[in-house]
């Protein structure tokens, strides 16, 4: 409980912190279909407004040009996304995304296309909000650098039907400790752990 007071006491002092936001700039590769392309912008635009509640700034790119892999900077995190176009059947099979939260050279955030276009091509609305969540979710294991799951909210292991049917009117949200975890990793220095892992997946 000392640690959660603590950690919890430091999310305001670290988003005033000289006046600045921390940033996050995602690079993702370039979407194929206009209709998938279409469920991922607004899908970038529904994990921003979660990340934006508890102070933290999401900007997204598409460029040729991305970085070798992700990293770590005090008040700004670099985040390399891949796109996987023919994942194994029996690779996380429930899951529509993976995080590698200790991740640096390559991508720290995996998405499963091949799972996600049937889905957005039937349902492109309701696909865009749970993929805001997903990757929100995913984004969110490899900002805090950590497999940890929480017992609610976007870190939750696993979503229910209700909650998924409620996203499009009521955003899950980031525990107050999934916070503070989330924004202490800013004022930290760059990353040198080296050893890949994964995280997570599609949260039921």
């Known amino acids: 409980m000392r640690l959660c007071v603590c950690l919890c006491a430091a999310v305001p002092a670290l988003a005033a912190a000289a ?34 509640r508890i102070g933290l700034k999401v900007r997204w ?9 992700c990293s770590r900077e005090p008040m700004h995190h670099t985040i390399v996304m891949a796109f996987s176009m ?17 991740q640096v050279d390559g991508a720290c955030v995996s998405i499963f296309m091949d799972r996600l276009t049937p889905m957005a091509d039937a349902n492109p609305t309701t696909s865009a909000y749970l993929l805001g969540h997903i990757l929100a979710h995913e984004i969110g294991h490899v900002l805090q650098g950590t497999e940890h799951h929480s017992e609610r ?3 939750k292991a696993h979503w229910s039907q209700t909650e998924i049917r409620r996203m499009p009117f009521e955003s899950l949200r980031f525990t107050d400790y ?24 599609l949260p039921e």
């Open 178 to 201: 999934d916070a503070a975890l989330i924004l202490n990793r800013f004022r930290e220095g760059p990353t040198l752990n080296r050893i890949p892992s994964g995280s997570g997946g």
């Open 153 to 155: 909210g976007v870190l």
């Open 61 to 69: 790119r598409q460029t040729k040009d991305r970085p070798r892999g």
């Open 19 to 52: 006046g600045d936001s921390p940033e996050t700039v995602v690079f993702v590769p370039a979407i194929g279909t206009q209709t998938l392309a279409r469920t991922f912008y607004q899908a970038e635009g529904i994990a921003s407004d979660i990340f934006s």
């Open 86 to 102: 023919n994942t194994p059947p029996g690779f996380h099979p429930e899951a529509m995304a993976l995080a590698y939260p200790y």
